[in-house]
RNA sequence: GGUCCGGUAGUGUAGCGGUUAGCAUAACUGCCUGUCACGCAGUAGGUCGCGGGUUCAAAUCCCGUCCGGACCGCCA
């Protein structure tokens, strides 16, 4: 290799030398005269003089933006009172340039990066992946792969690759299909987790799984959803919840240690699905601040407030004081989550002005001292079905946090355990039980016997979540490994016998052949590296990214293929209306 | 499937009923020996996303559509 460093290897200790580098033109600065280069590797810039009688002066005359170039020359400290800092208190006084490669004129300047339009930047993403920011996130994630390996190897986890043509499953999300060339009208899936292969695993006894599976669900995409992510996915036989926890929690501080040089204080806080719901509105509250609502359904219980009265629930957040505008912003997301309304009163003194206050008035003292609200300050209700009231007010929590910066003054990372998810969910669509977490999942034992009751809604899985900042970044639950409990389950979601076997069969013969007790846990890999890396969207931390239509703008997929193919793989594609 | 925001030279933006469609940057040409967002002078570059409507007149107002983004539904 003819180049003799990395830019950003070079310092004090070259000045003197001879250096080769190898890079691309970021800019040039050319005084007539004399000309400035600055060139740019992965690690670094560093500036390059050419000077008019040099060997290097013709062609460093027809650099342009991003060509690319090998420049050997002699490194040197600036004159006095032109070192800028670092790298900048040093400069290369070229002997030669070479041009390995000419571009054109990028469609976009690399230094606007962020401000230019996300379309353009993910047509062009290999130019904007020249761009430190990115380099910088990609190196971040690798660095993430490496301490989780280290981790999970020194721990005596097997990493164990699993198909990515497998099985379509009815359940979950919608499946990617690939069809069956060998079987014609036959279909594999993509996995939207090798959730079964790794459960095999364990009643094969490799006793510990790990793997950073790629998966697909062909599903709508959000900034932090993209068609086909990566998980890093685990299980272990033998376990408790606990063990499970006690592991995740050491291996996410590691990760956090190596990679950021940042302690996460262990254990972490941990609270029921209910506690969050109810305190929160969300079952991944990011507690990076604190804000909670406070409960007065009793205080309107039956009161003069027609849309109180009667209401499940109705819970309080105390907002800053805000204006009409900011109120009017609030209501439509708590409609959006399905509030009928936002109702909102300001203190004044020790009593009430403004939206609902003429109905409050009975109840402002014990308002004041359950809410703390400051003079000013603005109470935000909601009301109705449990449910749908903290849901609705947690999303305006998370506006208030973005309008007043309200995690600016909390920890930079907040990690959490979400435990206690229902085991059964009642889906109002279908008038149907459906499992919240999937159908594997064990039941607390003293709640089994609640299976098939008027009280099966309460049975409490043993799941749990982890929450980053108001990220759901992982996700597990013990298995259940008794198929007569199995049997339970899939009778309650009303899966027949016959059904289980159609779908499941393989897995549910392998529980009958000795399946020892076993648990594990996905992290949302690309969501816990976009967390880490401060970046606001998946996309930014995935090389190759799709839009939020699932459309590769860069490599233009998906696409039409021919009528050959298609023939070939048996397919015949319908027109669209 | 739904809600909201946006689309004007390569890029980022101003203009919001009558403009020669402006500015910055990039590009090109010339000048320039210590710049570092180099500077100076000049040149070129626009189907104002697309279609329809209202109007004497539309980048501007209305409707539709396409594209981009955020969110709801969906995502075990």
Known sequence: ???????????????????????????????????????????????????????????????????????????????????????????????RVTVLNAARTPPFELEKGEQVAEDIRLKYRYLDLRR???????????????????????????????????????????????????????FYALPQSPQLFKQLLMISGLDRYYQLARCFRDEDLRADRQPDFTQLDMEMSFVTQEDVLEVQERLMAHVFRVVLDTELPLPFPRLSYHEAMDRYGSDKPDLRFDLRFVDVTDLFRGGEFAAFAGAETVKVLAAPELTRKQIDELERVAKQNGAKGLAWVRREGDSFTGGISKFVGGQAAALLERSGVQPGGTLLFAAGDWKKAVTALGAVRLALRDLFNLAADGPQFHAAWVLDFPQLEWDEDSGTWTYMHHPFTAPHPED????????????????????????????????????????????????????????????????????????????????????????????????????NRGVDLMAQAPSPVEDAQLAEVGVVVRDQE
Do not use: C
């Open 1 to 95: 290799m003819k180049r003799t460093s990395y830019i950003g290897e070079l310092g004090q200790a070259q000045v003197g030398t001879t250096v080769t580098l190898q890079g691309w033109v970021n800019r040039r600065r050319d005084l007539g005269g004399l000309i400035f280069l600055e060139l740019r590797d992965r690690s670094g810039t560093v500036q390059v003089q050419v000077e008019p009688d040099s060997a290097a002066f013709a062609a460093a005359d027809t650099l342009r933006a991003e060509y690319v170039v090998e420049v050997e020359g002699r490194f040197q400290a600036r004159p006095e009172g032109q070192r800028k800092g670092g790298l900048a208190d040093f400069e290369v006084i070229a002997s």
């Open 132 to 186: 430190p920011e990115m380099q910088r996130q990609l190196m971040l994630r690798s660095k993430a792969v490496a301490a989780v390996t280290a981790f999970l190897d020194a721990e005596g986890f097997v990493q164990v690759e699993t198909p990515m043509l497998t099985k379509s499953t009815p359940e979950g999300a919608r499946d990617f299909l690939v069809p069956s060339r060998l079987n014609p009208g036959e």
């Open 448 to 547: 089994i016997p609640l299976f098939g009751t008027d009280r099966q809604g309460e049975i409490r899985a043993q799941a749990y979540d982890l929450v980053l900042n108001g990220y759901e970044v992982g996700g597990g639950s013990i298995r259940i490994h008794d198929p007569a409990v199995q049997a339970q389950m899939f009778q309650a979601i009303g899966f027949s016998e016959a059904e289980a076997q159609e779908k499941f069969g393989f897995f549910l013969d392998a529980l009958e052949y000795g399946t020892p007790p076993h648990g594990g846990i996905a992290w949302g890999f690309d969501r816990l590296v976009m967390v880490m890396a401060g970046a606001g969207s998946i996309r930014e931390v995935i090389a190759f990214p799709k839009n």
